[in-house]
């Protein structure tokens, strides 16, 4: 019994310790327009060398922007891209990708 208490209270702080994303979804479909030539309208690709970013976690498209942004990964088009976006703008196209749902179909 105190196993799994003291299991519980660690995953509810793990929970709290995650960090929390206030990203626009709204906002972020409204700046992701300049996506959809390459990424989709939906965030599904429209070209070989493009990621589909629809499901992608906030925080994976959000570091991957960054990154992008600061010089840190290199990509011809997508250094060119992330240059202007503000930490808002790339945290409400996180929010807009994470909140695009993929359904498999058999």
Aim: proline share 5%; aromatic share 6%.
């Amino acid at each position: 019994m105190r196993q799994r208490h003291l299991f519980m209270t660690l995953a509810l702080a793990a929970c709290a310790a995650s960090p929390a994303f206030a990203g626009d979804v709204a906002l972020g479909k409204q700046k992701a327009i300049s996506c959809a030539a390459c990424h989709g309208q939906q965030g599904l690709s429209t070209v070989p060398d493009a990621p589909n970013l629809a499901g992608q976690p906030e925080l994976y498209v959000s570091t991957q922007l960054k990154a992008y942004r600061s010089g840190k990964r290199q990509h011809e088009v997508m250094s060119l891209m992330a240059k202007p976006l503000t930490d808002d703008d790339i945290e409400n196209l996180a929010a807009w990708f994470a909140s695009l749902k993929i359904q498999v179909v058999q």
